[in-house]
């Protein structure tokens, strides 16, 4: 796993704490092969940029996940990319109250869901994602972020 620092590093996670919350989603999901990723921490800037050109909305979002799209044949353990917004981030912890750290974790987690197909478009889909992050979030000894 990469972990790249787009924005000033202070006051931000450390990499190990991001392969930590990462290697606690894969395991959580049971992924049994080898994986890899990618996670760049990003400014409001570049988190705007890159949620309106990938998903149309104009707006910088806390987590953007871009699943590996790899030729047929190809068997790479590569699983995408995951983009945080450092400034959403931060911001979203002080709104809703949580500690900042746990709320990075979570959105790590959540990311890595996304790129092992994991979605909450429709209402079942969203409650077992919720579940499943909340059960490994649990295993790392924080709250329930949906309570």
């Known amino acids: 796993m990469h972990v790249g620092y787009a924005v000033p590093r202070s006051g931000l996670p450390a990499p190990a704490s991001f392969r930590r919350?990462?290697?606690a989603?894969?395991?959580g999901a049971k992924r049994r092969k080898p994986a890899e990723l990618a996670i760049r921490l990003v400014d409001a800037?570049?988190?705007r940029a890159l949620n309106r050109d990938y998903r149309g909305k104009d707006y910088a979002t806390n987590v953007l996940s871009f699943p590996a799209e790899l030729p047929p044949g190809v068997a790479l353990p590569l699983i995408g990319d995951l983009a945080i917004c450092a400034p959403v981030v931060l911001r979203e912890?002080?709104?809703q109250g949580k500690p900042v750290r746990d709320h990075w974790?979570?959105?790590t987690i959540h990311g890595v869901l996304h790129l092992l197909g994991h979605d909450h478009i429709e209402e079942g889909e969203a409650e077992a994602m919720e579940a499943l992050e909340t059960?490994?979030?649990a295993g790392l000894g924080?709250?329930?972020p949906y309570a």
């Open 93 to 95: 912890a002080l709104e």
């Open 21 to 23: 919350w990462a290697a």
């Open 142 to 144: 924080i709250a329930d």
């Open 135 to 137: 059960r490994i979030l």
């Open 25 to 27: 989603a894969l395991h």
């Open 45 to 47: 800037d570049e988190g």
């Open 105 to 107: 974790a979570h959105l």
